[in-house]
């Protein structure tokens, strides 16, 4: 047993093994900045209209401090690969909503020569999975089931993601990477105001799991505004990350841990499920738009390939002409949205398992003839057939890199719904995600609310469920443009493809584009979604008089990108101030 450090950070360097590390860390910034992961207790700057400057490397996250361990790994030498596994293990702590390594996700990077590739970490079915696995004892589909109990647990693909990532591409010492969440998470940081009613929410909810209840509360009592959130089981399995890698989740205590968690509560991950779990490198979905270039996630993620297929639909009218969110500009958006979104129904699944005509739906071709039916003047309908509508909370989380030398990196990863199933893994500290729920329904199953009952998107042994993370880059003759994503379940992809066109179309700057409030169709159910003020009651009178049932409400996504200024070559960060603990830090 490890005696109670009084500082984790100064505990950790008077240890001769990371005393080695940090003296034989190549860049002598490394160290320097080191001591500043511990040192994030500060308070939060007021976001600005104005996206954030900085001539050499950005780092955009829904955690500003996460956003400073990013930037602090850049200016100490590190590459856009290094920031980014960085602030993905410090989200997994300070964001505990939805940065993790209980869940998984994807990263797009984008080499400075014009290269790109991508790293699935997207959770997988355990072996013991099966099609028909979310029926009850009565043979009813049973979506609690599906999304909140153990069973909805996929293997987790967070910590195979980030290794792979760093062994393909990283430069920076694995250890100097983790550390900075390590000690985050051991000496604890300040509740911001927006996560203490989040774990008012969370604590109320989670009764049946202890651990959880345990973690963001005192003595049962959430966590209140600037109290200090320590959480010591989290530090620890973030350590053995540190010293082990991949193994220090995948085998061993914590892969133990989680393997006897599932047994005691019903799940099906077992250690064998945990050993077996692999990352792919695979390669981007590419489309082009107007003379910009998109490089995007691939199956089993239908982000790339729906924002490609709407791009193409879109290339035939000239948005910009027609203004911002009329209802003209809306209609196009929303009939492009509804096709895009009958082919993921239709077609999208994990590449490993199912055929999927990638080539064929991102083709200029299939877009044209997508594009023929529209009607300038009605809405079309949807047919409600077998297409899921399930339930969507906005709990991801997207953070965009870029490094001096160009090199950038578009990061969207995920528990699923917000804290996951909610189960902190007792001794372990980490949230288990709740991912299997993006598996279909069952064969066959259909019901009044449109659950879907296609084959392609079934839950099968190692099978990954699709996703609709959507992170992107965007480069124009050659040169990086913008890194783009968001959260938000299905509104991911609807989310990209607006900061992209507020781009391109409409000639904002990056905080404008990510700023401007946005729209929603998925198909079915058939229905327009706008934010909260993002058009005038005219628009929406004449929207419904085209035939759209209009849902004016909310917020849609967290889009947290950075943009390449094309006169200076400054890299411009916008957090999105949907989120006020946002926050875009450069060097
Ligand atoms: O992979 C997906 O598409 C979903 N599990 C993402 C969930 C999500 O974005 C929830 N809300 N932000």
Redesign the pocket.
């Known amino acids: 047993m490890m005696h109670k450090p009084r500082s984790w950070s100064r505990y950790l360097a008077s240890l001769p093994f990371v005393a080695a590390l940090l003296a034989f860390t190549p860049a002598p910034a490394a160290i320097s900045t080191v001591p500043s992961a511990v040192g994030l207790a500060g308070v939060v700057r007021p976001q600005s209209d104005e996206p954030v400057r900085a001539p050499s490397g950005m780092v955009v996250s829904e955690n500003w401090r996460a956003s400073e361990v990013g930037r602090g790994v850049l200016a100490a030498g590190g590459n856009a690969v290094d920031a980014a596994i960085a602030t993905g293990f410090a989200l997994a702590v300070v964001h505990p909503s939805a940065g993790n390594i209980g869940g998984g996700g994807f990263m797009v990077i984008r080499f400075p020569d014009g290269n790109a590739t991508t790293i699935d970490f997207r959770e997988k079915a355990p072996l013991a999975a099966s099609p028909d696995m979310w029926l009850d004892e009565s043979g009813k589909y049973s979506a609690q089931i599906q999304h909140h109990t153990l069973e909805s647990v996929g293997v987790p693909g967070t910590v195979a993601g980030f290794d792979k990532a760093h062994r393909l591409y990283g430069s920076m010492n694995w250890s100097r990477l983790v550390y900075p969440a390590v000690a985050l998470a051991q000496d604890g940081f300040p509740v911001s105001e927006r996560q203490a009613r989040s774990f008012q929410g969370l604590v109320g909810r989670m009764t049946e799991y202890p651990s959880t209840v345990a973690q963001f509360s005192r003595d049962g009592q959430p966590y209140q505004e600037g109290d200090t959130l320590r959480q010591p089981d989290l530090a620890k399995t973030l350590n053995l990350i540190m010293l082990n890698r991949r193994d220090g989740f995948y085998r061993g205590e914590t892969a133990r841990l989680i393997a006897q968690e599932m047994k005691r509560g019903g799940g099906l991950i077992t250690e064998a499920d945990l050993e077996l779990y692999r990352a792919e490198e695979r390669r981007p979905i590419r489309g082009t738009y107007r003379g910009y270039e998109i490089i995007s996630m691939p199956p089993p993620s239908s982000g790339g390939v729906g924002l490609v297929t709407m791009l193409n639909m879109l290339e035939g009218y000239d948005l910009g002409s027609m203004g911002h969110n009329t209802a003209p500009y809306i209609h196009y958006l929303a009939e492009v949205m509804r096709r895009a979104f009958r082919d993921r129904a239709e077609y999208l699944a994990d590449v490993d398992f199912v055929d999927v005509p990638v080539h064929w739906l991102t083709s200029k071709d299939h877009a044209e003839q997508l594009r023929a039916d529209i009607d300038p003047k009605h809405a079309s309908k949807s047919s409600p057939s077998d297409v899921a509508v399930g339930h ?5 989380t997207h953070f965009s890199v870029v490094d001096a030398n160009g090199m950038a990196v578009s990061v969207t990863y ?1 528990l ?2 917000g804290y996951g199933v909610g189960d902190v893994v007792p001794g372990a500290g980490f949230l288990l995600n709740n ?1 299997m729920g ?1 598996f279909n329904a069952g064969p066959g199953i259909t019901d009044e609310n449109g659950l879907i009952g296609t084959s392609p998107n079934l839950a099968r042994p190692e099978q990954r469920m699709l ?3 959507t992170p992107t880059i965007v480069a124009k003759d050659g040169r990086l443009f913008a890194v783009v994503g968001s ?4 509104t ?1 992809i609807n989310t990209v493809l607006q900061v992209i066109l507020n781009l391109v179309d409409f000639h904002m700057d990056i905080q404008q584009a990510v700023d401007a409030p946005r729209i929603h169709h998925q198909w079915l159910p058939d229905r327009l979604n706008i934010e909260e003020n993002g058009t005038s009651e005219a628009t929406v009178k004449e929207l419904e008089a085209m035939g759209y049932t209009v849902s004016m409400r909310g917020t849609q996504g967290v889009a947290n990108c950075i943009m390449i200024d094309p006169a200076t070559g400054d890299r411009l960060g916008a957090a999105d101030h949907r989120n006020p603990d946002g926050g875009a830090r450069g060097y």
């Open positions: 969507e909370s906005p709990q991801t995920t699923e719904q991912e993006d996703s609709s993370m959260p938000g379940g299905r991911i």
